[in-house]
């Protein structure tokens, strides 16, 4: 087990120190403690290289003002993350994720892929541009010590054998596809991701267990129409609702998931290495390019 010289005198086996919560006192871990906390809750432990599978699958919907909400696609989709490890003589122990994710739509009916899609709205057939995001890395290590000097900080909700955690991400932000790219989307990017994630106790409060178990996972999104969907700045959002599981057993990745990533999308069953420097993609960015190469081709 690696030991940072700076946070020695912290470990998972103190007290735990308690912040008040409205239904149940939360509990926290800082400095090392963090770390600790921080890398089970990313990488499922506190070892280098280890190859963790994040699977969900879910509903997506749309609601647009005046009419009722349309069941669009189902769909389903695996994270395949790794992390690094390494000690600062300065900040101590830090970890850094790597991963590469897919997520593809489907028929709510048949189960089936959709590559097509008719646009019930403009009535425009549209090409399916499922989700393939190679790399979604951490942009940099996270450390027990801050970069201001201050001691990292993790809290957590407490349900007797279960830990949460739950988060809120808004996102406001240009959006890639401006200029000549209108006829997909408006001109900024706004969307919510809601992330809540379930873990069994007795593999964070024993400091000694380098790996956790399985852990559950519930994710919810809310934003603008896909940019594939040729939507421009129609009125209209986007509602996912997702739950899964995360877990280092491969034979756990479902026959149907595991098709879909032989026959399209191979090299998401490995993470990237932990040294991956790449810059993130998104839908967003994945759009574009496929946009410019479109545009490209038909230009010869």
């Given amino acids: 087990m690696r030991t940072s010289i ?91 994720s790597v991963s590469r994710e897919i997520m593809v739509y489907l028929d709510p009916a048949t189960n089936a892929i959709i590559d097509q899609w008719q646009n019930p709205w403009t009535g425009e057939k549209v090409d399916v541009i499922h989700v393939a995001n190679d790399p979604v890395n951490m942009r940099r290590m996270s450390y027990a010590m801050g970069e201001n000097g201050e001691p990292a900080k993790v809290t957590l909700r407490q349900y007797d054998d279960t830990l949460v955690s739950s988060s809120e991400v808004p996102l406001f932000y240009t959006n890639p596809l401006t ?24 593999d964070f409060i024993n400091a000694k267990k380098a790996r956790t178990g399985e852990s559950r996972i519930s994710w919810q999104r809310v934003s603008d129409f896909l940019p594939w969907m040729k939507m421009g700045d129609r009125q209209g959002l986007m509602i996912f609702n997702a739950t899964g599981f995360s877990t280092f057993d491969k034979q756990k990745i479902s026959p149907k998931l595991m098709e879909v990533l032989n026959t399209r999308y191979a090299k998401y069953l490995t993470p990237p290495p932990v040294d991956d420097a790449r810059p993130n993609e998104t839908t967003w960015t994945v759009v574009k390019k ?3 190469e479109k545009r490209a081709a038909e230009k010869k």
Wanted: charged fraction near 25%; include cysteine.
């Fill in 179 to 202: 200029g000549d790219y209108q006829d997909y989307v408006g001109g900024k990017y706004h969307a919510m991701e809601i992330f809540n994630t379930f873990y069994r106790t007795a």
């Fill in 290 to 292: 496929w946009v410019d």
């Fill in 6 to 96: 700076l946070l020695i005198s912290l470990t998972a086996l103190v007290t735990p120190l308690a912040a008040e919560g409205l239904l149940t006192p939360e509990v926290v871990r800082t400095g090392n403690d963090a770390y600790v906390w921080n890398s089970k809750m990313t990488c499922g432990t506190t070892e280098k290289g280890v190859t963790r599978y994040g699977m969900w699958e879910g509903k997506l919907y749309s609601r647009v003002p005046g009419e009722k909400d349309r069941h669009l696609f189902d769909v389903v989709g695996i994270n395949t993350r790794q992390c690094d490890q390494s000690t600062d003589p300065k900040r101590g122990n830090g970890f850094r």
